[in-house]
């Protein structure tokens, strides 16, 4: 991973960092293959990341599969993800690509049908994101107090819950993070379950195995 500012890698864009990420012009600019690596706008910063692993694309599929599988028991069943979709934070001028995002199935359809670039905020009711070795730590919650990650992100934006899978071999753990305080940039409430325990959603109704999830090998 690298990560552009104009402090550490000075680079002169035509028009602030977020602009250009909400045109999609960001990975032209930087010269990046589209399909190898993602751009984000996260404290400020343009960070890019390489595409993840393939243990990390089996806990995505995961739970994935657990909202289809919802919604192919109960046509009814009202959440449905997105997966390769941005995610547009326009109320603190930042853009995350979010490993899967949850929404009601109708506002997906909405924006499936006008072939949006990017959901809003308030289209979402939680992000999931999977650490990889190169950039856990813009993910988790930041080990010293005001330094900016996406989880403080996603607490600014009040993003009402969001689902970290650690894929860190120190320490892998799944949580569930929930009341966002935006005036603060965090989260009050968490869950947790190690890796092989049933992960119980109980605002959406699900229930997901994570048998076999592993950590990332070194």
Avoid at 78 to 97: F, S, V
Avoid at 115 to 125: F, I, L, M, S
């Amino acid at each position: 991973m690298s990560i552009t500012t104009t402090n550490e890698h000075p680079v002169k864009l035509p028009d602030t960092a977020h602009a250009m990420w909400e045109r999609g012009e960001l990975h032209d600019f930087l010269h990046l293959p589209h399909d190898n690596f993602s751009v984000e706008i996260i404290g400020g910063k343009i960070v890019v990341s390489p595409a993840p692993r393939a243990g990390h694309g089996r806990v995505i599929r995961g739970i994935y599969n657990a909202f289809r599988d919802a919604r192919v028991a109960d046509p009814q069943f009202p959440w449905d993800c997105a997966p390769m979709l941005d995610l547009n934070l326009t109320e603190i001028g930042e853009g995350y690509c979010p490993d899967l995002m949850v929404m009601q199935a109708e506002i997906l359809g909405v924006l499936e049908d006008e072939d949006e670039r990017y959901a809003r905020t308030d289209h979402v009711e939680m992000v999931v994101e999977v650490t990889s070795p190169s950039n856990a730590s813009n993910d988790r919650r930041p080990a010293e107090r005001g330094a900016p990650s996406k989880w403080t992100g996603y607490a600014r934006a009040e993003i009402p819950y969001y689902l970290l899978v650690d894929r860190d071999p120190k320490g892998p753990l799944i949580t569930l993070y929930s009341v966002p305080d935006p005036a603060a940039g965090a989260y009050l409430h968490s869950d947790t379950w190690e890796f092989g325990d049933t992960v119980t959603l109980e605002h959406f109704g699900l229930e997901i195995d994570t048998t076999g999830w592993a950590p990332w090998k070194d």
